[in-house]
Nanobody
Framework: QVQLVESGGGLVQPGGSLRLSCAAS????????MYWYRQAPGKQRELVAT???????NYAASVKGRFTISRDNAKNTMYLHMNSLKPEDTAVYYC??????WGQGTQVTVSS
């Protein structure tokens, strides 16, 4: 079973940037869709971004133009580049594929 481990979260000021990483335990070359989700305190988990094996991407309206999802099949890693961060981006961020369990996530806190 594929295991995914998120990293790269932290505390950042509004307007700042972070890059999240999602490392897979096996090759991701044959994995079709990969996802980034987030869950803010007291809110439901929401889908943030999707990337297909061919590199097609989709974003939630709230992050479009600020976040970029990418994948490096050679490194078995997916990324989420986050720019112009806002306090409302504060959440635990998770990476996922269709058949993987939820991991621990990585905390992103945007605050001055």
């Amino acid at each position: 079973q594929v295991q995914l481990v998120e990293s790269g979260g932290g505390l950042v000021q509004p307007g700042g940037s972070l890059r999240l990483s999602c490392a897979a335990s096996v090759s991701i070359f044959s994995i079709n869709a990969m996802y980034w989700y987030r869950q803010a305190p007291g809110k439901q988990r929401e889908l943030v971004a999707t990337i297909s094996s061919g590199g097609s991407t989709n974003y939630a309206a709230s992050v479009k133009g600020r976040f970029t999802i990418s994948r490096d099949n050679a490194k078995n890693t997916m990324y989420l580049h986050m720019n112009s961060l806002k306090p409302e981006d504060t959440a635990v961020y998770y990476c996922k594929t269709t058949n993987t369990p939820w991991g621990q996530g990585t905390q992103v806190t945007v605050s001055s």
